[in-house]
Structures are given as C-alpha cells and as structure tokens.
C-alpha cells in the first residue's frame, strides 16, 4: 500500500531533550516536507526536500533540522525542544514539487513540557 | 504576498448542499486544491483545479476563476461523515500555502 508513515503518533517530552520524528514514504516520491499545524493556523512549513540531499527551508525553520540521505526518509530532528513547539506535525510527500497532490503521513502529536 | 482566506466554521444539515469560498492570493500559483480533515488526522485529497471552470467528483464538486483569485467547494447531499475541516490549498512553486480550514458540521 502506498504511503507516507510517520512514527511516532504521540510524544510527551521535557524541554531540551533532543527527539528525532520520522518519516518514510514506499512511492518512490522526489518531493517531501515537514508541515506544522496549530489551532487557528494553516498547516506551517517547516523544512522541504526537493531530492536526496536537498533541502530547503520552509516557513518556520527555527529550531528544526532535517536530512534526506535517501529518498524514502526524511526525518524532523529538534535539537532542544521547547514549549512553543507543541504542535500537530505532518510530513507530506509528492511524486516532484509543483502541482502534485501530497500524500500526508498520519500526523505526530507532540507536546513539550 | 500569499494569503488563503475561507471562512472558519459552517453548519449545514444532513441531504444538504453547502458552499465553502475561498479566496487566494499567491505567488507563481500553480493550481488550487482541496484537502478534507477529520479532527486530529492526516489531511486527504479532495480535488485540483488548474484551469478555469468547474471540476466535478460525485457528491464534491470544485470551482476556480484565477481572475478574481477565488475558488469553492460543493457538497452536495451532505452525510454526517462530511463533518470536518476543508482545506482551501493553493500551489506554488515548490510549496502549497494552506488556508486554515473550513469547520464543517453537518447534523441532522
């Protein structure tokens, strides 16, 4: 089955504990970004990656890193978390960037206290 | 500037037609999407609209005029399982710029 998994669904962590999220997707995709979303707001974001080995950032980079060393993986690493970054995150893949549809992972719900 | 406005929250009742509007301003745009999310859930595709004119998909249907930057979604014959967020997304370059949603509650 085609999809984008996002691991994990749920995360309590304390502020400065560096958290990896990740994310893989089985489409053989180009394109993948990292999207935050907050009540209110549309979904933010963060970091994308147009292929293996680029990246780019996105709207609200601060305090995140990625990699793409494949192409199926790109992991959301927050090196000290902190409160503000409680939030709904989502990665998203597409067969290229552009107008393509994005298939979304399941979402990761982390919250930083 | 790039900017996705829709209304936040409709409520219509079930075997209904409701109208979601949105209006879009975005650089390089590249095409105008809806997204349908449950609470808590991943966003799931709706619909894409490039061109001009009415693009229809059984109970959705959705409507773009680049001119006038806007953009609606249709639903026709409402089920209480259309009860979610609908995204207003326009496509950019290497990006889409998600509105903040549309509330949908249909009752009975």
């Known amino acids: 089955e085609a999809q984008v998994t996002q691991n994990p669904r749920y995360l309590i962590t304390v502020t400065g504990k560096k958290l990896t999220v990740t994310c893989s997707q089985n489409?053989?995709?180009?394109?993948m970004s990292w999207y935050r979303q907050d009540p209110g707001l549309g979904l933010r974001q963060i970091y994308y990656?147009?292929?293996?080995?680029?990246?780019d950032k996105g709207d609200v980079p601060e305090g995140y890193k990625v990699s793409r060393k494949e192409k199926r993986n790109f992991p959301l690493i927050l090196e000290s978390p902190s409160p503000n970054q409680t939030s709904l995150y989502f990665c998203a893949s597409s067969k290229r960037q552009g107008n393509y549809g994005y298939t979304f992972g399941s979402g990761t719900r982390l919250t930083v206290v | 500037g790039q900017n996705i406005d829709q209304p936040t929250e409709m409520t219509a009742t079930e075997g209904a037609i409701v109208q979601i509007n949105c209006t879009y301003q975005t650089s390089g745009f590249n095409g105008l999407f809806w997204y349908q999310q449950h609470a808590g859930e991943a966003p799931t595709f709706l619909s894409y609209n490039v061109l001009d004119g009415l693009e229809e998909k059984g109970r959705f249907s959705s409507f773009l005029s680049r001119s006038k930057g806007y953009s609606y979604l249709l639903l026709k014959e409402l089920q209480m399982k259309d009860s979610a967020s609908y995204l207003c997304v326009g496509g950019g370059y290497n990006k889409l710029i998600f509105g903040a949603g549309t509330r949908l509650a249909v009752h009975p």
């Open positions: 489409m053989n995709h180009e394109y």
């Open positions: 990656s147009m292929n293996v080995e680029v990246t």
